[in-house]
């Protein structure tokens, strides 16, 4: 296991709602990204956090936000929830910013209805 | 034009069998190179970097070819726990991000 974890596991929302998710990553790694992961395709990077800041942004709207806080966990925030946002989301951890290795949680799927 | 292409497949194949597929990826400056294995409905996880020398691990070996922008996996001897998903995954310069395929799926059968 990667010691990447991620809670809750499923969750189910109503369109228009707001949801957060979370993710505590592996011991001794600051940096955390964050992904979407639709039906059929690969994950799509949302944005990347280290040591509390955000490091880099995918193509999604500013209704994804994010946090890390000072033990480097991390939480994911959705306004506005819309059909389409239904995926797994993963976070994935890595031991620094400039390291493209990285390990993953189970994710959270995220359903809307 | 996707970042990272991938043939969905999936390859249906015999155990024991050899299997191979590509991905191309389109940023020519990219420099780093992985192979990742999703099993239906988990995380991805890491299988194997791709050096521009080429590299095995095991019955898994992983070729670059920068001058085609592409990067191949082969498997030889397939067991029944190979069959999963096999996401490339390049890393975009002058950015943290790591650029995903959308997978090539092996189902290897007894």
């Known amino acids: 296991e990667t010691g990447v974890t991620q809670s809750p596991t499923h969750l189910i929302k109503t369109r228009g709602q707001q949801v957060t998710l979370r993710c505590s990553s592996q011991?001794?790694?600051?940096?955390v990204s964050w992904y979407q992961q639709a039906l059929g395709q690969g994950p799509q990077f949302i944005f990347q956090?280290?040591?509390?800041?955000?490091?880099g942004r995918g193509n999604f709207p500013p209704r994804f936000s994010g946090l890390q806080f000072p033990n480097y966990s991390s939480e994911l925030n959705v306004n506005a929830l819309e059909l389409d946002d239904s995926a797994l989301y993963l976070c994935?951890?890595?031991?620094?910013?400039?390291?493209?290795?990285?390990?993953f949680g189970p994710g959270t799927r995220l359903t809307v209805t | 034009r996707k970042e990272v292409e991938q043939d969905p497949g999936p390859f249906n194949v015999p155990e024991g069998a050899t299997v191979a597929f590509n991905c191309t990826y389109s940023?020519?400056?990219?420099?780093?190179f992985f192979w990742y294995r999703q099993d239906c409905r988990k995380e991805p996880k890491l299988l194997m970097s791709?050096?521009?020398s080429g590299n095995e691990d095991g019955r898994f070996t992983a070729q670059l070819n920068r001058a085609s922008q592409y990067i191949s996996l082969l498997i030889r001897d397939s067991k029944l726990s190979d069959s999963a998903t096999y996401l490339c995954?390049?890393?975009?310069?002058?950015?943290?991000?790591?650029?995903f395929g959308a997978g090539t799926t092996v189902t290897v059968r007894a």
């Open positions: 994935a951890s890595s031991s620094n910013a400039g390291s493209y290795e990285q390990y």
């Open positions: 011991s001794g790694h600051n940096t």
């Open positions: 956090y280290y040591r509390e800041e955000e490091n």
């Open positions: 940023n020519s400056a990219s420099q780093s």
């Open positions: 791709v050096y521009s």
């Open positions: 995954v390049v890393n975009i310069p002058n950015d943290y991000k790591l650029s």
